[in-house]
């Protein structure tokens, strides 16, 4: 089935060491987004990309960084990671177009824990 | 004002009943809806997709959409244990091919 992966599912890192996180999609989309989502709260877009146009949200801070190598993958890299960001983050994909039916589909989730 | 709304909840109704979620957007431009669930710990789920004025089916799932209004809802009919969950209201700006914007979510819990 096509569908949209992260990995790992569960991440454990400590107060500022890098972490990556990874997503894959075999839906052949033109946009990948990246979410952060902490409890009760609504998805933060952080960022997201148009093929290979980035597109960064004005509030998303600068250790947030992300990369997207081909169609399939996208990387999110927090490179100092501090308490607050922990968080489940979401990978999402949608073509990109602007007709109606166009939709978003999210991945499972990474949840990320700072020690 | 945000660009979508809903109530926050948590919203309680009886097992069997009907489950009403509100939304509103503020963006007259916005041309498709979308109602995720999502359970706790888990992504969302897309579950409904509304485009045109009026009713959309789907199972035990109703969309209603007036644009005119700025007003998108989400009923559930004979809902069950396993529907309680946060739902959330997307809104696509057509504007904007890659622009979805999410309300907060209402938390639905269905008591048994």
């Known amino acids: 089935d096509a569908m949209v992966i992260q990995n790992p599912r569960y991440q454990v890192t400590q107060f500022g060491k890098p972490v990556t996180l990874s997503c894959s999609q075999t839906?052949?989309?033109?946009?990948m987004y990246w979410y952060q989502q902490k409890s009760s709260q609504a998805p933060k877009l952080l960022f997201h990309?148009?093929?290979?146009?980035?597109?960064n949200e004005a509030d998303t801070p600068d250790n947030f960084q992300s990369r997207r190598p081909n169609t399939s993958f996208c990387f999110l890299d927090i490179r100092s990671p501090g308490l607050g960001d922990a968080a489940m983050y979401l990978c999402?994909?949608?073509?990109?177009?602007?007709?109606?039916?166009?939709?978003?589909?999210f991945g499972p989730g990474t949840r990320l824990t700072v020690l | 004002q945000k660009e979508v709304e809903q109530n926050s909840g948590p919203l309680s109704v009886p097992e069997g009943a009907i489950a009403s979620l509100n939304c509103t957007y503020s963006?007259?431009?916005?041309?498709?809806f979308f109602w995720y669930r999502q359970y706790s710990g888990k992504s969302p789920e897309l579950i409904m997709s509304?485009?045109?004025?009026g009713d959309k089916e789907d199972g035990r799932f109703t969309a209603q959409l007036n644009k005119a209004s700025q007003y998108v809802s989400l009923l559930i009919r004979d809902s069950q244990p396993s529907d309680s969950a946060t739902y959330l209201c997307?809104?696509?700006?057509?504007?904007?091919?890659?622009?979805?914007?999410f309300g907060p979510g209402t938390r639905l819990s269905v008591l048994p």
């Open positions: 999402a994909t949608s073509r990109g177009d602007i007709g109606l039916t166009d939709t978003q589909y």
């Open positions: 839906l052949n989309h033109n946009v």
């Open positions: 990309y148009y093929d290979k146009d980035f597109n």
């Open positions: 963006d007259r431009g916005s041309q498709s």
């Open positions: 509304i485009y045109s004025n």
């Open positions: 997307a809104v696509k700006r057509d504007n904007y091919g890659q622009n979805f914007v």
